[in-house]
């Protein structure tokens, strides 16, 4: 095949994970490719990794943000670990074939109908699959590549492309890497294409897209309406009341044919109808939660890349990426598309999330490597691939894209993971609380069902009514006992939470915070403890240098400084550097222009400098001050030796350039450390003076420069010194060098002794609100802590002008090096104080949120860099900055703020406490109808003659329908106030049903009950109802139940002992439709319902009644929050320890009893499932996964009964358990795909863990 050299070594390649299957026939095209045209360039020149123009680098050319020239670094060799891909380092390779041979079940990815592009997306996916040299050699390198896919390495796509004329052969291409000359030789243009920006043509990359397709996984469908029906019905106490209705209707239609009569029927449909309705409800709220859901993953998977195209840097949606793209790689990129190192320095990527490797990996350029497989110097430590799904930890440069979507490594591998998140931790609770009440109402069911059974049983020998009206009635003991279990499980309460979660990330997301983690929004809300940074959240963002300082004394400012140093009177900025002498400006110039990662750019269409704020405002006083003129230009001229890119460890960044003949080493950082390792000082800097002087730095001149960076500090201003070191050769003798690199020089090593140039401050205003938010959170009850890169003084100062530190308080200030040396005890001994911590690293915010969280505390995070990630992730809410944040920071983060601002962490704290309200405002609504149903079903029912409760079963559907799926509704919508704010955060320890809770349960239960009671026991008497008057005592009974539900619901809209019920309620639109749709849908029952719910219609005066026997609710719940919550605690505490001692000694009983029952059902149901497991599963799972499934549904059936310390109640036996809330097992959304993707496939074969009970 072409392109094969057979003069070059064999190096055998592992070929244990290739295929045997024949390779496909190579595409045979006829007609090249044409590319950008190339001009010459000056091979002296070299390119700054982050400048968008050029400088040489030992004679390579790299890449520019620009994308006109590039670079072969001469530090892109091995990664720094062994353990590759590779599993012999001295290796043949592959012939063509099969280097390109196609992977079972893949071979559909190999032929393409018409493909204009000499390879398949099948071909190109043998490069990662896995990493493979081979398959790099036999697609040709990146000339192959380049030639092949149609593109350029140097101005990548054109904008302009749409339809490819004609094709190019797999030979074209391949042969191509021969025919090219040397990497370093070949012509580049030496400026950037300048391309207009365009709008996106409907039909670009026409042909590409059909090829290769864009960067999008296919999405995972919604469930249709019928599959959201047919879950919401897939229940079996619906399934067996089901049966039972259809039963009862087949005998009332009989009843009916013999009778002569048209009534016996009604209940039947009634009821089938009422299930009918209760599952298209519940079926429409998950539809609508669940595309809620989907607008959310949606807009938290978008985000912008930067790209090549046309030979200009641009922005693109991760999306729109395609094969042929040029990417560039900058420190904390997620990567997001597989592909070919093009050029680049010192780029390594953490690869752990895509292969499980956890070494960082150096990256090779492509072409280095195929220059060293032609002349056999390769080994298989050269990686010149970038995996979809790493992330870049450091260096700079771009890469060509060859797999996007399904067709990248990462993105098969998250298509097998693709799944529902997990359960949030209250769901898990609430799960737990719905089986637990579940029991209790089951029991309560099976119990009347044999009490009504025995009662039934033993009228029958004197019952000499027809068999079918002796069954009618049997089936309706059956019929009332299943409905009670349908209202006494409270699967409303998961849905609960779900709706509240939708509706607050959905309105969190207008308010500019994006949720990626639904376990966040409700974790944020007791949030007890916030660690910040300063820069971008606390404060602006927008930096200006207003004062600074040459050598020792020679000060300037601008007329918005605070400077007021006594020694000497400020200059202007303007007098100052007008008498620079030329030589020193030049230095300051180049001190501020080539030892920066900034670069020029446009926003909005007016020109500026793009990158760090604190290098634009520097570059910006370069340019306004020190005679810059084009950014671009000013590096071009000079050739640079090494970059020392910035280090949060020691707060500075450094250039090596090729200076008169010597070499100029170039540091500028924090000012005090910078002040540290200066020997020399700058002096007679006036150009009247001549030629500025270098002298040793006396302890005089030392104690003026650090005097004069506190006084900056203490004005808040951040301090960057500014150091240079000259050498007469590089590597300086003696120095360390690199390991991986000669030529570099281990920067710590020279790190000393080096000459001071001066000290600027920069002004960083806080943000407007920030004091505001930082107050209220200290008022909630949320302690604000800062962390931050700034010296200690300047730190000190920006938290007492936000308020996190008041002079009057004994607040902590502390530095990050001598925190990380305390130990455990010491640090918690500090904590409760500590409010600043100065010139911290990551690291140090990593120590601080352990010892916090150790502490109990609830911990929320913000950070914006790489290395926050560990302490993001650490976090139980880790806040990211949508602006200035990395990807691999959002990534670990679980809330984005999409404005950087500090004041969108109090929205989420707002939204989070509304959630947990909402759930607890729900809780205590749905509990307090179980317990007055459940008991006024089986009271009245035992009490009855004919063994019929005074709530019929379609009565009790529509009460299940209102407190289950519309109360959930109402009550998971009231968006948050400022009073919110008012109280401290719960405890992680505090019950899910707190006391007060449990009073107005308890309270508005006996009252229900004591009216309902009286109504219906005493009713009779009181209205002096004759007895065919029954019915309408029954529908007085049902419509005051009702009502009292309604007004209750209102009564619930406040959690605390405050009387105003109604506040807010104005803003509630979805409490207001739904209490109409209750209050509308009762008075059509009461009116139209007859036979259907066995009621009649009510006059006047029975309307009276009802509705003046419900509404003392809202009067009674005033004189329930009046009632003293010790009291109740004493009496409630009392009760529920009585009711401890009687239950447990019969649930161990009843355990005994059923328990050998409960198992030979539990083993022909895992029986019955692992059957059929294995005959509707493509892979079944191995035995040790059954066997790990199995044990685990023998360990939750075999749970001693404890007592639940979320709700103080002793948990129910198996046996007494309901249908369960299921949990689903599906693999965190932060865990290692690659680790759980093997387990993740069987997990999908399994059925979901149930949870049987509290433990």
């Not at 244990?16 to 091979?43: C, I, K, W």
């Not at 320095?345 to 070494?359: L, M, N």
Request: with cysteine; charged share 20%.
């Amino acid at each position: 095949m072409a392109g094969q050299n057979p003069s070059a070594p064999k190096i055998t390649l592992d070929t244990s994970n290739l295929s045997e299957h024949n390779t496909t026939s190579s595409h045979r095209r006829g007609l090249s490719m044409s590319t950008p045209p190339q001009t010459a360039v000056d091979e002296s020149s070299y390119l700054s990794p982050t400048s968008p123009s050029k400088h040489t680098f030992d004679g390579s050319t790299l890449n520019s943000h620009d994308g006109a020239t590039r670079l072969r670094s001469n530090s892109g060799i091995s990664a720094t670990s062994s353990a590759t891909a590779y599993s012999k380092s001295s290796l043949d390779y592959e012939s063509p074939d099969d280097a390109l041979r196609p992977d079972k079940g893949n071979e559909k990815d190999f032929v393409v109908q018409n493909n204009p592009f000499a390879f398949s997306p099948g071909q190109l996916n043998k490069l990662l699959n896995p990493k493979s040299l081979s398959a790099y050699k036999a697609l040709g390198g990146l000339k192959g590549l380049e030639k092949g896919l149609r593109t350029s390495l140097t101005a990548g796509l054109s904008v302009d492309e749409n339809r490819l004329d004609g094709s190019i052969s797999f030979e074209e291409a391949t042969a191509a890497a021969d025919n090219s000359k040397a990497f370093a030789d070949i012509p580049l243009s030496s400026e950037p294409a300048k391309s207009e920006q365009r709008e996106a043509k409907s039909n670009q990359f026409d042909d590409r897209l059909r090829v290769f397709k864009d960067n999008r996984l296919p999405e995972r469908k919604p469930d249709g309406i019928l599959t959201l029906i047919w879950r919401a019905y897939n229940d079996k106490i619906l399934i067996l009341l089901t049966i039972a209705a259809v039963v009862s209707l087949a005998l009332g239609i009989y009843e009916t044919v013999d009778a002569g009569t048209g009534v016996e029927w009604v209940e039947g449909v009634a009821i089938c109808v009422a299930i009918t309705i209760v599952v298209t409800v519940g079926a429409a709220n998950d539809w609508q939660k669940e595309r809620q859901f989907v607008k959310l993953s949606k807009r938290k998977d978008d985000r912008e890349v930067k790209v090549i195209r046309s030979g200009k840097s641009v922005q693109i949606s991760v999306h729109d990426i395609t094969v042929g793209d040029v990417l560039h790689l900058e420190p904390g990129d997620a990567i997001p598309a597989d592909g070919v190192f093009i050029s680049g320095h010192g780029v390594k990527c953490d690869e752990s999330s895509a292969t499980g490797e956890s070494d960082m990996m150096k990256k090779t350029p492509g072409e280095e490597v195929w220059q060293r497989i032609q002349d056999g110097t390769a080994t298989a430590k050269l990686d010149p691939f970038i995996i979809s799904g790493a992330k870049v930890l450091e260096g700079v440069g771009t890469y060509l894209v060859t797999s996007v979507g399904t067709n990248s490594s990462y993105g098969k591998i998250l298509m097998s993971l693709q799944a529902n998140n997990d359960p949030t931790p209250l769901q898990v609770k609430l799960g737990k609380l719905a089986n637990w009440i579940g029991g209790l109402g089951s029991s309560a069911a099976v119990l009347l069902f044999f009490v009504l059974l025995i009662k039934f049983l033993t009228n029958l020998s004197s019952d000499d009514r027809p068999g079918a009206v002796k069954a009618q009635e049997f089936l309706d003991i059956l019929i009332v006992a299943i409905t009670v279990i349908v209202v006494a499980v409270p699967e409303g309460l998961p849905l609960a939470v779900t709706l509240a979660l939708a509706f607050a990330t959905t309105r969190m997301l207008k308010e500019n915070n994006l949720v990626r983690v639904l376990r966040a929004c409700e974790t944020m809300g007791n949030a007890t403890t916030i660690c910040s940074d300063k820069t971008g959240t606390l404060t602006q963002n927008k930096m200006t240098v207003v004062a600074g300082t040459l050598g020792s004394d020679q000060q300037f400012a601008s007329t918005a400084s605070n400077s007021n140093n006594e020694k000497s009177s400020p200059a202007s900025f303007a007098n100052m550097f007008s008498k620079l002498g030329a030589e020193l400006k030049e230095l300051l110039r180049l001190s501020i222009t080539l030892n920066s990662t900034a670069f020029e750019g446009e926003e909005k269409g007016v020109p500026t400098f793009i990158g760090s704020k604190t290098e634009v405002a520097m570059l910006t006083l370069a340019k306004e001050q020190l005679g810059l003129e084009h950014l671009a230009t000013e590096r071009s001229n000079y050739k640079i030796k090494q970059l020392i890119p910035f280090d949060s460890g020691r707060k500075c960044m450094g250039i090596v350039i090729k200076h008169n003949g010597g070499y100029r080493l170039l540091v500028k950082g924090a000012a005090e450390i910078m002040a540290s390792k200066a020997a020399h000082t700058v002096s007679s800097i006036y150009a009247q003076d001549g030629p500025y002087q270098v002298v040793d730095m006396t302890a005089e001149e030392k104690e003026a420069i650090a005097a004069t960076i506190d006084d900056y500090a203490q004005h808040s201003l951040r301090t960057i010194g500014m150091l240079y070191k000259d050498f007469p050769q590089w590597p300086p003798a003696g120095a360390k060098t690199l390991e991986e690199d000669p030529k570099s020089v281990v920067f710590d090593d020279i790190f000393h002794d080096l000459t001071w140039l001066g000290v600027v401050g920069i002004h960083d205003p806080l943000r407007e609100g920030v004091v505001e938010a930082v107050a209220q959170c200290q008022h909630s009850g949320v302690v604000v802590r800062m962390v931050t890169g700034d010296n200690l003084t300047t730190a000190r100062s920006i938290a007492i002008d936000c308020g996190i530190l008041h002079p009057d308080e004994a607040g902590i200030v502390m530095e990050g090096p001598k925190f990380r040396q305390l130990s455990d005890e010491e640090m918690d001994a500090i904590l409760p104080k500590l409010r600043v911590l100065a010139r911290s690293s990551p690291e140090d915010k990593r120590i601080l949120v352990s010892r916090l969280k150790h502490l109990g505390e609830t911990v929320a995070v913000t950070g914006d860099g790489t290395n926050d990630g560990p302490a993001l992730k650490m976090a139980d809410v880790g806040f990211s900055m949508g602006i200035a944040g990395t990807e691999v920071a959002k990534e670990a983060s679980s809330i984005i703020l999409l404005d950087d601002n500090f004041s969108s962490t109090i929205t989420a704290l707002m939204w989070g406490r509304a959630v947990n309200d909402a759930v607890k405002k729900f809780l205590q609504f749905q509990i307090t109808v179980n317990i007055t149903a459940v008991i006024l079903t089986f009271v009245s029912a035992v009490a009855s003659d004919s063994n019929h409760s005074v709530l019929t079963a379609v009565q009790l559907l529509w009460v299940n329908l209102i407190m289950d799926t519309l109360a959930a509704l109402a009550l998971a919508t009231d968006a948050p106030t400022k009073k919110i704010l008012d109280r401290p955060p719960q405890p992680k320890s505090q019950p899910l049903i707190t006391i007060n809770m449990w009073k107005m349960i308890t309270g508005q239960a006996v009252y229900q009950l004591v009216v309902t009671f009286v109504l219906y026991f005493a009713g009779m008497s009181i209205f002096s109802y004759e007895m065919h008057q029954r019915i309408e005592l029954n529908t007085i009974v049902f419509n005051s139940f009702v009502w009292m539900q309604i007004f209750n619901e209102f009564n619930n809209r406040r959690l605390d002992n405050k009387f105003n019920i109604f506040e807010g309620i104005h803003r509630n639109f979805w409490f207001i439709g739904i209490n109409c749709i209750m209050v509308g849908g009762q008075i059509m029952i009461i009116f139209v319902g007859g036979q259907a719910f066995s009621i009649t219609r009510l006059n006047g005066v029975q309307w009276a009644i009802s509705l003046l026997t419900a509404l003392p609710c809202l009067l009674w719940g005033v004189l329930v929050r009046c009632f003293p919550d010790a009291w109740f605690a004493v009496v409630f505490n009392g009760a529920v320890g009585a009711m401890t001692v009687v239950l447990r000694p019969i649930s161990k009983v009843l355990h005994i009893i059923f328990h050998p029952v409960a198992q030979v059902f539990r083993a022909i149901s895992r029986f019955t499932k692992r059957t059929v497991r294995k005959m509707t599963s493509k892979k079944p799972s191995s035995e040790g996964a059954e066997q790990s499934v199995d044990d685990e549904e023998y360990l939750t059936e075999n749970k001693a009964t404890t007592v639940d310390q979320e709700t103080g109640m002793p948990s129910m036996p198996t046996f007494m358990s309901t249908e369960p809330v299921k949990v689903s097992p599906n693999v965190d959304d932060k865990v290692n795909p690659i680790v759980n993707a093997n387990h993740a496939r069987h997990v999908s074969d399994v059925p979901s863990l149930s949870v049987t009970g509290p433990s």
